[in-house]
């Protein structure tokens, strides 16, 4: 039995265990391919500051799918967008990992991060369950462009980050088309600019901060 306290009393159980707790996996680490090699202290700096973008990132993806799933009109998207958390959580254990491995911190700034995804997962989604798909749909594109850039950048001698961001980069592919699959509407170009904007602001400070 539900009852209209369930989505508020999950919505704060999500935000505890991912700003305060250390997340658990329910999948293994991916396993590069090839061995990594010896790292710079220059390439060690730049892989953890990537990882510590996209570890921000996966804070946000917990953000958003909690507060899309409190306030989704329909119970099976609802189940959908918490089960998409629940994946989520392996990509934000697989990043804090490579941080740890790399000698580098979480991004301070992470509850700040997390309220405010929350808030633009209560916007999105009480505007509908095919806008709010579509705010997912959209989100995990630009999400997936992200990590390709980042395959880019990693050092080539960071094959367990490389491993992991491949890994995150087919899951995220794979979310926005279970979004569009359930009936994402398309969200208008201004309102993808604006995603844009606010991915650049946030990996720009995220990077360092």
Same mark, same amino acid.
């Given at each position: 039995? %539900? ?9 704060? /159980? ?10 658990? !996996? %329910? ?14 202290? %220059?390439?060690?700096?730049?892989? #953890? ?7 921000? #990132? ?26 998409? !958390? ?13 941080? /740890? ?32 798909? #579509? ?12 990590? /390709?850039?980042?395959? /880019? ?29 359930? #009936? ?19 990996? %720009? ?5």
């Amino acid at each position: 039995m %539900t009852t209209s306290l369930d989505p508020l009393l999950t919505a704060a /159980d999500s935000a505890l265990r991912t700003l305060f707790a250390r997340p658990h !996996a %329910t999948r293994a680490s991916p396993v590069p391919a090839q061995p990594g090699g010896e790292l710079s202290d %220059t390439e060690r700096r730049e892989a #953890g500051a990537l990882m510590r973008v996209n570890h921000v #990132g996966e804070v946000c993806a917990q953000a958003l799918y909690t507060a899309q799933a409190a306030v989704a009109r329909d119970p099976l998207l609802r189940a959908q967008l918490l089960e998409a !958390a629940h994946e989520e959580t392996d990509h934000l254990a697989w990043t804090r990992e490579r941080l /740890d491995a790399l000698g580098a911190r979480p991004s301070m700034l992470n509850p700040l991060w997390y309220a405010g995804a929350f808030g633009l997962g209560l916007v999105a989604g009480r505007l509908g369950d095919p806008l709010s798909l #579509g705010f997912v749909a959209e989100t995990e594109r630009q999400v997936e462009a992200h990590l /390709d850039s980042h395959l /880019d950048r990693l050092p080539p001698a960071d094959s367990a980050s490389r491993a992991v961001v491949e890994q995150m980069k087919a899951d995220e592919a794979r979310h926005a088309d279970n979004a569009v699959a359930a #009936g994402a509407a398309e969200l208008p170009p201004p309102a993808k600019s604006l995603m844009r904007v606010a991915s650049r602001v946030m990996t %720009t400070v995220a990077h360092r901060i």
